[in-house]
């Protein structure tokens, strides 16, 4: 019982961290507009919305509470959906046709072997906390954006993916389980969205494992990686 209530603290705590992470000072602008208050932004202001341009909304996004709403609910699912209904920023991200594309260039600069903490300035920093590249891969699961993605951007970020995987093996210490689990549940939601006729995709959703990750974000055996990882290898090779 008390290491149950012990590891709830936890991520009750990541998630108070989290929702310190995005401040705005008096010289700072959203969308070109500054902003008097120091204070966290719970929305942005509705008349900043539209001039707010697209790596500001990713990263208010990744800086907000509403991104770790993963840490906090059961089911990834009905986590992303809360974030989209109580944050502005995040439905009108959404809009955007080029949130795709800025996210994978995003993606590929993150390096996993650090600790990055993407603050306004969007400076990579050392920072004791890991979760900003998981809540990028959460947004990559999404059909809005990957319906966006051209068949070459979907390669690019199917190698980055399978890349970004192979580093949370080598730091178990750094990357949890968690981590691991959502990087393959990106993959595969890419992989069976993006061309839902594919050999690949219906081999992947043929496993029962595979159906309850696609429902849950969580994985019911660590066995199941090593197929994900094969199956998405195939589905770049013959793409």
């Not at 594919?198 to 990750?213: A, H, R, T, W």
Request: proline share 2%; net charge neutral.
């Amino acid at each position: 019982m008390q290491t149950k209530k012990k590891k709830r603290f936890t991520f009750l705590l990541m998630f108070f961290i989290l929702g310190l992470g995005t401040h705005i000072t008096a010289e700072e602008k959203v969308g070109g507009i500054k902003i008097n208050e120091t204070n966290f932004i719970s929305q942005i202001p509705e008349t900043s919305l539209d001039l707010t341009n697209t790596e500001t909304l990713i990263r208010l996004y990744l800086n907000s509470m509403y991104a770790g709403y993963i840490l906090i609910y059961d089911n990834i699912n009905d986590a992303f959906k809360h974030a989209y209904s109580d944050f502005n920023g995040l439905r009108e991200l959404l809009t955007r046709k080029d949130v795709g594309e800025k996210l994978i260039e995003l993606y590929q600069r993150a390096d996993p072997q650090k600790s990055t903490d993407w603050k306004l300035s969007w400076e990579p920093k050392e920072y004791d906390f890991t979760f900003s590249i998981t809540f990028i891969e959460v947004l990559f699961a999404q059909e809005v954006i990957i319906n966006q993605l051209s068949e070459s951007q979907v390669k690019i970020l199917i190698s980055e993916l399978i890349k970004k995987n192979s580093f949370y093996s080598l730091y178990p210490e750094t990357y949890s389980l968690l981590c691991k689990q959502y990087n393959l549940y990106s993959i595969v939601k890419v992989i069976v969205s993006k061309e839902k006729d594919n050999s690949v995709g219906n081999s992947l959703l043929n496993v029962p494992e595979i159906d309850y990750l696609l429902k849950t974000g969580k994985l019911l055996s660590s066995d199941v990686s090593s197929l994900i990882i094969e199956k998405a290898q195939q589905f770049l090779n013959t793409h």
